[in-house]
Every structure is written in structure tokens, then in C-alpha cells.
């Protein structure tokens, strides 16, 4: 099936910035949508931002006008500039193929 891997979590001052990166692996045929999610403690695990084989992406309006999603092939990217403490979360890589898949989540803290 499809294994994600992620990196460039990390421990960040307010204000600045991180990429995470995620790369797809195994069956990677017909992946349709690649994105972020992420999961604070003792929250619900929340769409960050998805982008489609054709190009279309969409955010969360918490991440627009901060963080850019794109996609190389079978590796999606997070830039997230600008970052906040209510940034801080787990990041989980997502893809879509006939089932969906997850990646191991990456940990983002943001101090103030």
C-alpha cells in the first residue's frame, strides 16, 4: 500500500519558520489528494491544508496567508512561516488513494 514518511518537526521561537516534509512510498499509483493535519493536546485533529494531483489546494484559515502546501511528485511539503504558540501541535502527513493513509505525525512546538 502507501507509507508516508515525515520530517521537519522541531522546536521553533515565535515568529519563525519550519518546513515539514512528507514523501510517499510503496504503491504510490493514483494518489489523489496529499495534505497536512495536525492534533493539539486534548483538541480534535484538525485540517491544516490539502493539495490535489491538479494543483487545487485549500487551508485552513488559521494557516492562509502563513503556510504554503505544495507537492513534488510523491512528496508534499508544509512551509509554515510566521509561526505561533497555537501553531504547537503534532503534524500528520495525510494521502488519499482508495483507502487513506497517515503518516506517523511529527511533533511542532512554537514558544512564545
Known sequence: QVHLVESGGGLV?????????????????????MGWYRQAPEKQRELVATIASGGNTNYAASA???????????TVYL???????EDTAVYYCYAKQYWDYWG????????S
Do not use: H
Open 79 to 85: 512551509q509554515m512561516n510566521s509561526l505561533e504558540p
Open 64 to 74: 492562509k496567508g502563513r503556510f504554503t502546501i505544495s507537492r513534488d511528485k510523491n
Open 104 to 111: 506517523q505525525g511529527t511533533q511542532v512546538t512554537v514558544s
Open 13 to 33: 521561537q515565535a515568529g519563525g519558520t519550519l518546513r515539514l516534509s512528507c514523501a510517499a512510498s510503496g504503491n504510490i499509483f493514483n494518489i489523489n489528494v
